[in-house]
């Protein structure tokens, strides 16, 4: 009997992590959960589990560490479990200026978001293609193609280094079987906000601009399929996305920086 081949999660203990989690395994495809929090990881594995029938299997582990990719790439080969899917999800914002927020939270983030990103694509890319298949799906965001912003400083340009190596590794891993998607969400129901504190001011938001995170996942699973380079979720998204590049950059600044500060949260607020 053929070994099962797995998608791996990071971040699947809420959010899109868990959507992701649960249409996976809705498709009978075989999971490794990763995220920090032990108990609510065990809890969603069984449930998995028990609902689909499929093998399901979490691993504890801080990507806010250096070591962190390497150790979650070591315990898969000891434990034979073939990564098919990487889906790089884990992340999070930071409120405030760059010079308010301390040094150890900018370094967590670039870890979570950027380092060890890029390090567990590296790790794992390689098996996929000596295989001749498989995916690797990297969640950036629609901040990645909007304007800079003041507040939440890095996340913008962490997630614009998403899309275009996502895009750029698509180049490289499309002759060879291999799929590799950026997908760029925007305003999607999830515990985000919650966790960088910036609910309140969030919820003044029109309802028409947010997605629900059941078809931010579908969306990015068909996109990944197609093997499409990048994925802009929702057509609002992709209008934005679009006025960037059409209108000049004076004005596209200046419209985005007039209603920016409803959502972006700065150190003086």
């Known amino acids: 009997m053929s070994k099962p081949q797995y998608?791996?999660?990071t971040g699947a203990s809420a959010g899109l992590g868990l959507a992701f989690a649960e249409q996976l395994a809705a498709k009978k495809t075989a999971l490794i959960l990763v995220a920090r929090r032990a108990q609510r990881l065990q809890k969603i594995?069984?449930?998995l589990?028990?609902?689909h029938g499929i093998k399901a299997h979490y691993l504890v582990a801080d990507l806010a560490h250096p070591d962190a990719p390497d150790k979650i790439f070591e315990q898969c080969q000891n434990n034979q479990w073939p990564v098919h899917t990487l889906i790089n999800n884990a992340g999070y914002g930071v409120p405030g200026d760059f010079d308010h927020v301390?040094?150890?939270?900018h370094q967590a983030q670039l870890n979570v978001m950027l380092n060890n990103l890029v390090k567990l694509s590296y790790l794992f890319y390689p098996a996929m293609k000596k295989a001749g298949c498989g995916g690797i799906l990297q969640v950036a965001s629609l901040a990645g193609l909007a304007p800079p912003t003041a507040g939440h400083t890095l996340y913008g340009p962490m997630k614009a280094?998403?899309?275009k190596f996502a895009h750029s590794l698509h180049l490289e891993a499309k002759d060879f079987g291999v799929h590799v998607?950026?997908?760029c969400p925007g305003f999607t129901?999830?515990?985000f906000h919650d966790v960088n504190g910036t609910r309140k001011r969030m919820n003044s938001l029109s309802k028409s601009l947010w997605m629900n995170a059941d078809d931010v996942v579908r969306q990015s699973l068909q996109a990944l399929a197609d093997n499409k380079p990048v994925k802009i979720n929702g057509w609002r998204n992709r209008l934005i996305a679009l006025m960037t590049r059409l209108f000049p950059d004076k004005l596209i600044r200046a419209l985005?920086?007039?209603n920016i500060q409803k959502y972006r949260q700065r150190s003086s607020d």
């Open 181 to 183: 998607t950026a997908v």
């Open 102 to 105: 301390d040094w150890a939270t």
């Open 45 to 47: 594995t069984q449930e």
């Open 189 to 191: 129901y999830t515990e």
């Open 7 to 9: 998608a791996l999660i």
């Open 256 to 258: 985005f920086q007039s």
């Open 161 to 163: 280094f998403v899309i």
């Open 49 to 51: 589990t028990d609902q």
